[in-house]
Nanobody, 121 residues
């Protein structure tokens, strides 16, 4: 399965963006999925997860501002980001995983191409 994230860009603080991650391959619908981000000089972190049934979990840093969703028919997972802050500036990636929550998700497969989000103050 190959993953391609898109939808990043430059936005002012308080603005919104919607990221998409398109997956090739028919096994997408049976996998949990996660959105990760890596800010300059920092480790990659998991910010949102979604099960194949649509249950979601979020890192505390984005809870209440970000919403993860998926469309299994289109092999796509989304990340709606509202009330963006400069600290949200990062390259965002999606990845298949196992586990239902931020605390329990482990990674499977490989990293795809990320999309850069830049939030100006």
């Amino acid at each position: 399965v190959q993953l391609q994230a898109s939808g990043g860009g430059l936005v002012q603080a308080g603005g919104s963006l919607r990221l998409s991650c398109a997956a090739s391959g028919s096994i997408f619908s049976i996998n949990e999925m996660g959105w990760y981000r890596q800010a300059p000089g920092k480790q990659r972190e998991l910010v949102a997860t979604i099960t194949n049934g649509g249950s979601t979990d979020y890192a505390d840093s984005v809870k209440g501002r970000f919403t993860i969703s998926r469309d299994n028919a289109k092999n796509t997972v989304f990340l709606q980001m509202n009330s963006l802050k400069p600290d949200d500036t990062a390259v965002y990636y999606c990845r298949r995983g196992r586990g239902r929550t931020i605390a329990t998700m482990t990674q499977i497969g490989s990293w795809g191409q990320g999309t850069l989000v830049t939030v100006s103050s």
